[in-house]
């Protein structure tokens, strides 16, 4: 079994740039795609990249994904801010048997 | 477009059974695993396991095992989560999500909060 960990809250102005981490203890960051979910608050979680750093169809160009071997570690990252982009991220990933996310990141436009 | 209706809020006392569906729309309902996912009250996201929708298929992940089971009745693509002697820790929003073959999940129901109280 493996875990994701990500920062419990970040916070960050309209118009910045906010990275959130994401890292995997047990096993390599690579073996296996990383997405990322927003959840605002009473709704369903939605994806705003899957496969690393894939786009879904509707979710604009501020959003992008990586992968770091080095630190074993996915970042999303989120520029421009904007205050509808407050909301909870959360990192997935998976192994043969198991899906896990991470504990959730709260980000904060203020 | 893809579409994952379930249903609406329950409320039980401990000891209770409930059954929660879970209707696809939009797809073929067999070409996609169904997985199920727990939000306790302020809390993260949790994945229960998934039912391969082609066999019928369930797999629990640690901590979702004997009380709860995945099913299904593809002539409605509907995927059903029963969960039995209901305790007080079982109140949650619970999720389907349809899962693409990269462990991507593509698309989500909007929960179902059940709510176990006397």
């Known amino acids: 079994n493996f875990m994701l960990t990500q920062p419990h809250s970040v916070s960050e102005s309209p118009g910045k740039t906010v990275t959130i981490s994401c890292t995997r203890t047990?096993?390599?960051?690579?073996?296996?795609?990383v997405q990322w979910y927003q959840q605002r608050p009473g709704s369903s979680p939605t994806a705003v990249i899957y496969?690393?750093?894939?786009?879904p169809s509707g979710v604009p160009d501020r959003f992008s994904g990586s992968i770091d071997s080095s630190s074993n570690s996915a970042s999303l990252t989120i520029s421009g801010l904007k205050t509808e982009d407050e909301a909870d991220y959360y990192c997935?990933?998976?192994?043969?048997?198991?899906?896990?996310f991470g504990g959730g990141t709260k980000l904060t436009v203020l | 477009q893809v579409q994952l209706v379930q249903s609406g809020s329950e409320l039980k006392e401990p000891g209770a059974s409930v059954k929660v569906s879970c209707k696809a729309s939009g797809y073929t309902f067999t070409s996609y695993a169904m997985n199920w996912v727990r939000q306790a009250p302020g809390q993260g996201l949790e994945w229960m396991g998934w039912i391969n929708t082609n066999t019928g298929n369930p797999t629990y992940a640690q901590g979702f095992t004997g009380r709860f089971v995945f099913s299904l009745d593809t002539s409605v693509s509907t995927a059903y989560l029963q969960i039995s002697s209901l305790e007080a820790e079982d109140t949650a929003v619970y999720y389907c999500?349809?899962?693409?073959?990269?462990?991507?999940?593509?698309?989500w129901g909007q929960g179902t909060l059940v709510t176990v109280s006397s």
């Open positions: 496969e690393d750093k894939q786009r």
């Open positions: 999500a349809r899962g693409v073959n990269t462990g991507y999940f593509d698309s």
């Open positions: 047990g096993g390599s960051i690579a073996s296996n795609y």
């Open positions: 997935h990933s998976y192994d043969s048997s198991n899906q896990v």
